[in-house]
Each structure stands twice: as C-alpha cells, then as structure tokens.
C-alpha cells in the first residue's frame, strides 16, 4: 500500500517540483510511521480478530484499489497538463481516463481518492487505528483541498463555479 503511495508520490513530485515546505516533512513522517506501528501492530496481534464478514473485507479492499487508482490517474493527469520544463499552470480538467471525470465536479479529485482509499483500508483491516488514520489524514487533505481550491479561484477568472474543493457537491 505505501509503495503504491510512494510510487504515486515520484510521479507527482515530477510533474508538480517539490512543493512541501520542509518543516511538514516531519509532520508526514510521524503521521505516516505513527499510524502504522499502531494499525501493524493490532493487525499482527495473536488476539487481533479478523473482519467476520468476508464482504467487508472484499468491499474494503476494492474500495481501496478503486481510490489508489484513482489518486494515481489524477497525478498522472495533473503531470500531462502542464508542458514540459514549463511553470505554466492551467484549470484542472479530466482527460480520456474516466477516473479523472472527478475533476469536474472538484477541484483535488486526488485528495478524494486517497481518503476513499484509506476508507476502504480502515474498512477491510477494521481496526480504530486504521479509521482514525483515515480520519486524521482526511481533515488535513480537507485543509490543503480548500486552501488549493481557493488559490485556483483567485487565479483563474473563468474558474468553474459548480466545483468543490474536495466532497462532490458538499465542500
């Protein structure tokens, strides 16, 4: 799942440079490593009890491959909007991949992908820890979603209107 996440990070670092101050490098590594000691370490306790419902965990689990893959055509999107060598920023749109069809309707589809799949995670490992991870890492894309979303209003006059920051039709 990280290595996904991580593989997913290459592709957006390339096509975006590096855009997060080095003091929230601290803040992604506690939260990341943090959650993970605590969710591995209920996931591979000998009293840890597996979901007794296997459609939870096949729901979850496709919810989570549903959401990585999406998180993943958008950065792949947001890497082929801007030209090469360019500094040129342009309105999100989806292109011929259906996953990026979320661009219309928000203006960080990936950040909603990425919370669905950490849903989809809590979903299928049914563990606290990994709904609080889901939780907690859902209010901070929420907070960069809305900050994203009002810099792309103010920057572009013919903005779409209809769009959200992060939620379909919500905020």
């Known amino acids: 799942a990280r290595w996904f996440s991580d593989s997913e990070a290459v592709v957006s670092t390339q096509s975006t440079g590096a855009t997060m ?6 803040k992604n590594c506690t939260y990341y490593w943090g959650f ?16 007794g419902c296997n459609l939870c965990v096949y729901l979850g689990l496709g919810t989570y491959l549903f959401g990585e893959l999406g998180n993943f055509s958008c950065h792949i999107a947001f890497m082929n909007m801007r030209p090469a060598g360019s500094r040129t920023r342009v309105i999100p749109m989806p292109d ?9 309707l928000v203006s960080c589809p990936n950040y909603t992908y990425e919370v669905l799949s950490w849903i989809g995670f809590a979903i299928f490992t049914s563990t606290f820890y990994a709904a609080l991870f889901a939780i907690v890492g859902g ?21 779409p209107r209809g769009r959200k920051a992060m939620i379909p039709f919500i905020l």
Request: a positive charge; proline letters at 10%.
């Open 21 to 26: 101050p080095i003091g929230n490098l601290f």
């Open 36 to 51: 993970s000691s605590f969710i591995s370490y209920f996931i591979n306790h000998p009293l840890y009890t597996p979901p």
């Open 96 to 104: 011929s991949n259906p996953f990026t069809l979320l661009f219309h």
């Open 139 to 159: 209010g901070q894309m929420l907070q960069w979603a809305l900050g994203k979303h009002r810099n792309y209003k103010k920057e572009f006059e013919k903005y």
